[in-house]
């Protein structure tokens, strides 16, 4: 059975950080692409990073480039993803997916085994 588990949120000052980890069984992230997607008090969920298993690639979204940094420790079968700089507009709980299909990863459509989330609340 896949299993992703999120861990790491929190509540946090702008300008913090904060790392989230996606821990996974059942499966391994060799033949996985891992993304990372948030979803705000009414909003849509949004892919916000991901990673490729296949060539080790990764996407972030405009928003986030040069704050979050996503990595892989496939020993562990963990991915984090490290936020840095944060801001209030941050703020949605964030989730974990996976998919087997594509090689790359930014295909945010394709997911199809996710986490229960973790929130992140950035204050002012």
């Known amino acids: 059975e896949v299993q992703l588990v999120e861990s790491g949120g929190g509540l946090v000052q702008a300008g913090g950080s904060l790392r989230l980890s996606c821990a996974a069984s059942?499966?391994?992230?060799?033949?996985?692409?891992i993304g990372w997607f948030r979803q705000a008090p009414g909003k849509e969920r949004e892919g916000v990073s991901c990673i490729s298993s296949s060539d080790g690639s990764t996407y972030y979204v405009d928003s986030v480039k040069g704050r979050f940094t996503i990595s892989s420790d496939n020993a562990k079968n963990t991915v984090y993803l490290q936020m840095n700089s944060l801001k209030p507009e941050d703020t949605a709980v964030y989730y974990c997916?996976?998919?087997?299909?594509?090689?790359?990863?930014?295909?945010?459509?394709?997911?199809?085994?996710w986490g229960q989330g973790t929130q992140v609340t950035v204050s002012s």
């Open positions: 997916a996976a998919d087997h299909r594509q090689y790359y990863c930014s295909n945010f459509g394709w997911y199809d085994y």
């Open positions: 059942g499966f391994t992230f060799d033949n996985y692409a």
